[in-house]
């Protein structure tokens, strides 16, 4: 049983920043694409972004693109994003997803575990 576990969220103001955290366990984290997503209060959740299993590679939404970087580190079986110069716009749950895939993707049905779920809140 594979089982995602996400940290690090909370409340900021805008332009703070912010580092999720998203802990892997029962499957070996160097085989898996690692992905972000989140959902804001009455729509749909959507990609933030994705990073390949060698962490050569990565993509990024367009509204996150330089603002925010996905990291990870194999020996912590742990995925990382770095959230800067946050908006009010960012403001939701975020989640972290593993997908047995070779390459970065940002479509949801790709992936095949997610975490619960921490929530991010950017407000003055």
């Known amino acids: 049983q594979v089982q995602l576990v996400e940290s690090g969220g909370g409340l900021v103001q805008p332009g703070e920043s912010l580092r999720l955290s998203c802990v892997v366990s029962g499957r070996t984290f160097g085989t898996l694409v690692m992905g972000w997503f989140r959902q804001a209060p009455g729509k749909d959740r959507e990609f933030v972004a994705a990073i390949s299993y060698s962490g050569g590679h990565a993509l990024y939404s367009d509204s996150v693109k330089g603002r925010f970087t996905i990291s990870r580190d194999d020996a912590k079986n742990t995925a990382y994003v770095q959230m800067s110069n946050l908006k009010p716009e960012d403001t939701g749950v975020y989640y972290c997803?593993?997908?047995?895939?070779?390459?970065?993707?940002?479509?949801?049905?790709?992936?095949?575990?997610w975490g619960q779920g921490t929530q991010v809140t950017v407000s003055s």
């Open positions: 997803a593993a997908a047995r895939q070779l390459v970065p993707r940002s479509s949801e049905s790709v992936y095949d575990y």
